[in-house]
C-alpha cells in the first residue's frame, strides 16, 4: 500500500515503514503526527485519486529527527559594477518514519514492529545519500627565481 501526501509544497510517494526527509513540522523526536493532504491511495490494483484531496484519509508517521540540511550559498555579480552579494541558507528538515496509511483516525494498516536489531541500527543516511565530492586543493608550483644577468 503506498500514498501520495502533500507538505511543505511538495508531494511524496510513501509507503509502511519508510523513512522520508520533508520539510521542517513542529514537533520533536519521537512525536506521532497526522499527514492529512493525502492526495492518492494505492493498494494493488485498487486506486483512490482525491480531488484534489482524498477526506478522512492520512497518513501517519513518526517524528525520527528535526535537524538542517546543507548550506546552500546564494552569490550574485554583476561584471565590472562592482556588485557583489554573499548569502547563505540552511533549510530545517524533519524526518519521519511512515507508521500507517489510511484513515486519519489512525486505525490503519499498520507497520510490522521492527526486531531489535533494526530499532538499534542507524537511520537509513537521511541527510545526504548522493552527497557532492569535493575535488582535491590543487597545488601551486614555487616560483624560480629569475636568474642573474651576466655583467
Known sequence: MFAVVKTGGKQYKVSVGDVVII???????????????????????????????????GVTAEIIEQGRGDKVIVFKKKRRQNYRRKRGHRQDLTVLRITAIGDESGSA???????KAEADAPAEAPAKE??????????????????????
Open 23 to 57: 520539510e521542517r513540522l513542529q514537533g520533536s523526536a519521537g512525536d506521532t503526527i497526522v499527514l492529512d493532504h493525502v492526495l492518492m491511495l494505492g493498494d494493488g490494483d485498487k486506486l483512490e485519486v482525491g480531488t484534489p484531496t482524498l477526506a478522512g484519509k
Open 109 to 115: 494498516k499498520k507497520a510490522a514492529a521492527p526486531k
Open 130 to 151: 548522493a552527497a557532492v565530492k569535493k575535488a582535491p586543493a590543487k597545488k601551486t608550483a614555487a616560483k624560480k627565481a629569475a636568474p642573474k644577468k651576466a655583467e
